[in-house]
Antibody
Framework: QVQLQESGPGLVKPSETLSLSCTVSGGSISNYYWSWIRQPPGKGLEWIGY???????NYNPSLKSRVTISVDRSKNQFSLKLSSMTAADTAVYYCARSAVSAAPHNWIDPWGQGTLVTVSS | DIQMTQSPSTLSASVGDRVTITCRAS??????LAWYQQKPGKAPKVLIS???SLESGVPSRFSGSGSGTEFTLTISSLQVDDFATYYCQQYNSYSLFTTFGGGTKVEIK
């Protein structure tokens, strides 16, 4: 079955840009919507945005000015960049897939295991 | 955006109890709702989609109901493995983006 794995730095300095990648294995990145979701320690889930395999994107309005999601179909990967990081961006970042092919508005399945990103100098 | 409000935020229960968690949407989302279970240090796992469809492999003691703005997740007989935090998610096709409820932590009484 499809598996997702996040990679990237666990520590980012304030004002810097976070860069994370998600590698998709066990299936193609084509024809699905791929999301980034985050969860601050002890808090709830926040959807950051998604990208379709063709490259079209949609972002959470609260983060839109700082977010870029891109896809590399040749590597079966998609990536997140979040600029101007502050302590409030400290969270576990998950990559995930919409459950139904070619449908952006769906439940989310599967999820990556998540990676903790801490913002600190 | 559509706000999702879960209640209660914490629930204390015993093994064998019937447990009900409520999720309310700030506007109608038809049946575009999913429920997830999350254990510490793990990613959420989908239990129910489209408000009432049990995902493959999920025990039948879990059930979901509701439509419009009010939804419930019921665990008919709570098991040790069910102590976790539960989240609802709306994915209404007319909404610009998906949103999650604040979570309900089910604790051992």
């Amino acid at each position: 079955q499809v598996q997702l794995q996040e990679s990237g730095p666990g520590l980012v300095k304030p004002s810097e840009t976070l860069s994370l990648s998600c590698t998709v294995s066990g299936g193609s990145i084509s024809n699905y919507y791929w999301s980034w979701i985050r969860q601050p320690p002890g808090k709830g889930l926040e959807w950051i945005g998604y990208i379709y395999s063709s490259g079209s994107t949609n972002y959470n309005p609260s983060l839109k000015s700082r977010v870029t999601i891109s896809v590399d179909r040749s590597k079966n990967q998609f990536s997140l960049k979040l600029s101007s990081m502050t302590a409030a961006d400290t969270a576990v970042y998950y990559c995930a897939r919409s459950a139904v092919s070619a449908a952006p508005h769906n439940w989310i399945d599967p999820w990556g295991q998540g990676t903790l990103v801490t913002v600190s100098s | 955006d559509i706000q999702m409000t879960q209640s209660p935020s914490t629930l204390s229960a015993s093994v064998g109890d019937r447990v009900t968690i409520t999720c309310r949407a700030s506007q109608s989302i038809s049946n575009w709702l999913a429920w997830y279970q999350q254990k510490p240090g793990k990613a959420p796992k989908v239990l129910i989609s489209d408000a009432s469809s049990l995902e493959s492999g999920v025990p039948s003691r879990f059930s979901g109901s509701g439509s419009g703005t009010e939804f419930t997740l019921t665990i008919s007989s709570l098991q040790v493995d069910d102590f976790a935090t539960y989240y609802c998610q709306q994915y209404n096709s007319y909404s610009l983006f998906t949103t999650f409820g604040g979570g309900t932590k089910v604790e051992i009484k």
